[in-house]
């Protein structure tokens, strides 16, 4: 996600400060929003982690998907652990909606911007634009239909979790183009 949030700053810059880009988008800049994409990945997870991997699980040791998904896991556990469900959902509700807020902001922006260009370079711009807007789609309607939606289905959840973990690192951006 925070990486989705990153593509959309450099379309902000691409679209909004064209003749800054170069300076603005420096080689500094791209390794340090990179590098804070990878920490905040990184500290998420692990806070995570270190919360589950202190449970105490008893009996079936096996969830049914194909990933280590967090939720299903945290009912496995030999405790009652619905306040811890609610915590690491905050804590995954704050960074998505710190995401999607971003994402919401650099959008908006875009759109003013090309509102106020010219026929020609509008039309570029939202083409460019488009491109990220789907790969976000791609990415943020799936995980709503797994963690928001409240019917469990099996299949569709996993269904789901590949179509989002595998199409949206793929960067489907150029095929978009």
């Given at each position: 996600m925070v990486l989705l949030v990153v593509m959309a700053y450099d379309c902000y810059v691409a679209i909004c400060k064209p003749l800054h880009y170069s300076t603005i988008m420096s080689l500094q800049r791209c390794i340090g929003l990179v590098l804070t994409s990878w920490t905040v990945g990184f500290v998420h997870t692990m806070s995570q982690m270190a919360v589950i991997v202190q449970l105490p699980f008893c009996g079936p040791r096996e969830i049914d998907s194909f990933f280590f998904d967090i939720p299903l896991v945290i009912k496995l556990a030999c405790m009652d652990s619905s306040d811890l469900g609610v915590l690491v959902n905050a804590d995954s509700g704050v960074v998505v909606?710190?995401?999607?807020?971003?994402?919401?902001?650099?959008?908006?922006?875009?759109?003013?911007?090309v509102l106020q260009s010219s026929k020609t370079g509008a039309?570029?711009?939202l083409s460019t634009c488009s491109a990220h807007v789907t790969v976000v789609m791609i990415f943020f309607v799936p995980c709503i239909f797994i963690y928001v939606w409240p019917l469990n289905i099996t299949w569709l959840d996993k269904f789901l979790a590949v179509f989002y973990s595998v199409f949206t690192p793929?960067?489907?951006?150029?095929?978009?183009h």
């Open positions: 909606v710190t995401c999607f807020i971003l994402l919401l902001i650099s959008y908006t922006y875009i759109l003013l911007t039309s570029k711009a793929l960067s489907i951006q150029p095929f978009i």
